[in-house]
T-cell receptor, first 112, second 111 residues
Framework: DAGVIQSPRHEVTEMGQEVTLRCKPI?????LFWYRQTMMRGLELLIY????????DSGMPEDRFSAKMPNASFSTLKIQPSEPRDSAVYFC??????????FGEGSRLTVL | QKEVEQNSGPLSVPEGAIASLNCTYS??????FFWYRQYSGKSPELIMS????GDKEDGRFTAQLNKASQYVSLLIRDSQPSDSATYLC???????????FGAGTRLTVKP
């Protein structure tokens, strides 16, 4: 079975550019999570969806960040405009509930 | 106060020793607790879950939960160099899948 699929794996962009990260959750999972990981702040929950509905986006740093889940098999995290402090590894994870999250391999973002 | 707190380490133990990892959480209403392992450059993976007070054993791993003290721990017996990784404590708030992670404790097992 395919796991959580994220793209791109690596992204290098310049400050001010738009960045779109993509995620395909495991089929049958009804919850999807976006996390950001840095050395300084660890693994931070940005937003999560249950049944394609955003439940809590209080972790989204500011209005430059937005996330969508138009259907059960796809989600995007967009940063516009990007800033150097957004450099991090962004993880998408999915779950059937009960606390076991399955993580994608992550998207490493570098904003110059 | 952070929702989930862990000692960032690094924690270094010799091969064959017991490694003890600790975690505290702030939301007294939390019901579900997890330990994830993350190897360098990889994504986190679940290794243990615990839901009720007491101990839960799975092979060389034992998770311990004390809800009154809002404390979770993970013991790794007979530590192996392959256990060297960052261990993340995670707490689910309520029943809506809201999962928060600690910053992680980096464990090194020396041969």
């Amino acid at each position: 079975d395919a796991g959580v699929i994220q793209s791109p794996r690596h992204e290098v962009t310049e400050m001010g550019q738009e960045v779109t990260l993509r995620c395909k959750p495991i089929s049958g999972h009804n919850s999807l999570f976006w996390y950001r990981q840095t050395m300084m702040r660890g693994l931070e929950l940005l937003i999560y969806f249950n049944n394609n509905v955003p439940i809590d986006d209080s972790g989204m740093p500011e209005d430059r960040f937005s996330a969508k889940m138009p259907n059960a098999s796809f989600s995007t995290l967009k940063i516009q405009p990007s800033e150097p402090r957004d450099s991090a590894v962004y993880f998408c994870a999915s779950s059937r509930g009960f606390g076991e999250l399955f993580f994608g391999e992550g998207s490493r973002l570098t904003v110059l | 106060q952070k929702e989930v707190e862990q000692n960032s380490g690094p924690l270094s133990v010799p091969e064959g020793a017991i490694a003890s990892l600790n975690c505290t959480y702030s939301d007294r209403g939390s019901q579900s607790f997890f330990w994830y392992r993350q190897y360098s450059g990889k994504s986190p993976e679940l290794i243990m879950s615990i839901y009720s007070n007491g101990d839960k054993e799975d092979g060389r791993f034992t998770a311990q939960l004390n809800k009154a003290s809002q404390y979770v721990s993970l013991l790794i017996r007979d530590s192996q160099p392959s256990d060297s990784a960052t261990y993340l404590c995670a707490v689910m708030k309520g029943n809506n899948n809201d999962m928060r992670f600690g910053a992680g404790t980096r464990l090194t097992v020396k041969p």
